[in-house]
């Protein structure tokens, strides 16, 4: 369905990044709850936090203008048609407003996992859930009959974005504090920068296609567009870390420099 296939564009980059990290994460965040050192656990959420956003902004940046034309790469052929793809890409780009809040509510979750808590988890669901629901009953009812989809993951989105704010301090006072301030400033900066790389990302989309006429048709005026619009972002992401003085987007960068380089 439109709604499968777009969760299973906007899971891709959580599972390469956030899944990623926080698996190597864990053992080691157990083994400092076990000997009750609630300060380094809390460290350790916050700085994998930072970093987490760090990769996960600049995808989110680029993929919003250019989800419509990756849908269309990948289903837009058969009897689904462009269309159909477009409806995808509408929907990814409703869930991808949530990817960030998305990652971090994953993150939280494994530090009650590593304190055993298993029960907070539980409760906080049941009010993820409820809010989704009642979400999505509520923009699917406004939105127009083209759009019903895109809303339903749209409200998907706004909803981690609900649960990011309610769990971050029950956690934080679990812990004794999350370093909340240092923390949500980073952000702050990596999302800045994001939209620097959305804006630049969706201004070299239209260069592009001026330059082809609007003919979208074959699979390498799409890639080419793809690729062209996504560099631009990308760059323009990290320029603009840059000039924000966002560490770390700098550690990320090194990060994957080193997995690369081996």
Same mark, same amino acid.
């Given at each position: 369905t439109t709604y499968q296939k777009a969760y299973l564009i906007f899971f891709l980059p959580h599972s390469i990044v956030t899944v990623s990290l926080v698996t190597a994460l864990l053992p080691g965040l157990s083994r400092l709850a076990h000997a009750r050192d609630y300060p380094a656990v809390s460290r350790s959420i916050t700085d994998t936090t930072r970093t987490v956003t760090a990769l996960v902004v600049p995808i989110t940046a680029v993929l919003l203008p250019l989800a419509p034309l990756l849908s269309s790469?990948?289903?837009?052929?058969? *009897?689904?048609?462009?269309?159909?793809?477009?409806?995808?890409?509408?929907?990814?780009i409703g869930m991808l407003l949530g990817l960030v809040p998305f990652s971090i509510y994953f993150i939280l979750l494994r530090g009650w996992y590593s304190l055993e808590d298993t029960k907070t988890p539980f409760y906080l669901s049941l009010v993820l859930n409820t809010v989704n629901v009642a979400l999505s009953i509520a923009l699917f009812q406004v939105a127009p009959t083209q759009y019903k989809v895109p809303a339903i993951g749209l409200a998907f989105g706004l909803t981690y974005w609900i649960m990011m704010v309610v769990a971050w301090p029950v956690l934080g006072r679990r812990l004794g504090g999350l370093h909340t301030r240092r923390t949500w400033v980073a952000v702050a900066r990596s999302l800045v920068a994001g939209l620097v790389g959305t804006a630049v990302t969706w201004g070299a989309l239209l260069v592009v296609d001026s330059a082809l006429g609007g003919a979208w048709d074959n699979l390498w005026s799409q890639v080419l567009a793809m690729t062209v619009a996504g560099l631009a972002g990308l760059l323009a992401f990290? *320029?603009? *870390?840059?000039?924000? $003085?966002?560490?770390?987007?700098?550690? *990320?960068?090194?990060?994957? $420099? $080193? $997995?690369?380089?081996r």
């Open positions: 790469m990948l289903f837009g052929y058969g *009897a689904a048609g462009r269309p159909a793809a477009y409806q995808i890409g509408y929907t990814v990290l *320029a603009a *870390a840059r000039v924000l $003085r966002i560490q770390e987007v700098g550690t *990320a960068v090194g990060m994957v $420099r $080193r $997995r690369l380089g």
